[in-house]
């Protein structure tokens, strides 16, 4: 009950952190809590190796490499504006996505206790999840590490440019 409320907490905290806040490196850390908050939550449904994977490649990577990103570039340094009507349509957006979500939740049977559990113990165990990692999930996993090798680039490159830009104007 304590580690359901506290994932449930930390999830909603980040989330209003991400969406308040103007500054785009305290916005990632806000999404840093808020997959704290998953992480735990998949710690509360008995999968202590995704929630591992969670904080290791989500918090540990995917958000250092968007700060990486962020301080590369000189707008992401900015704070960010928005305008009531972006504001309004947002929140609508996101009422509607949360309506629709709770919706599907609250409509869907799930399967018994004893069929989750013997689900479970095929499924996810940590032999089965290697198993499909090298497997059939292999060519996406190289795949994301190409994207993120790529986004890093762009982001030195850009940081590059604006860098020598800057210099020429001085120059002149």
């Known amino acids: 009950m304590i580690l359901e409320a506290l ?4 999830g909603v905290a980040g989330a209003m952190l991400v969406v308040l806040q103007r500054n785009m490196v305290r916005a990632i850390f806000g999404l840093a809590v808020a997959l704290l908050g998953v992480a735990i939550a998949f710690l ?31 707008e992401g340094r900015l704070a960010v504006e928005a305008s009531a009507l972006r504001r309004v349509v947002g929140a609508l ?26 689900a479970r113990s095929e499924l996810a165990s940590v032999e089965a999840i290697g198993r499909d990692l090298l497997d059939r999930f292999n060519v996406v996993f190289e795949l994301l590490s190409i994207v993120l090798l790529v986004a890093i ?20």
């Open 7 to 10: 994932a449930g907490s930390l």
């Open 93 to 118: 957006l996101a009422a509607a996505f949360f309506a629709g979500v709770a919706y599907a939740i609250t409509e869907s049977s799930f399967p018994t206790t004893s069929l989750a559990a013997e």
């Open 153 to 172: 680039l762009g982001a030195v490159t850009i940081a590059t440019r604006e860098g020598s830009a800057g210099t020429e104007d001085k120059k002149a």
């Open 44 to 74: 509360v449904l008995d999968a202590p190796f995704v929630a591992a994977m969670e904080v290791l490649i989500y918090i540990g990577g995917i958000t250092v490499a968007m700060v990486f990103a962020i301080m590369l570039s000189a």
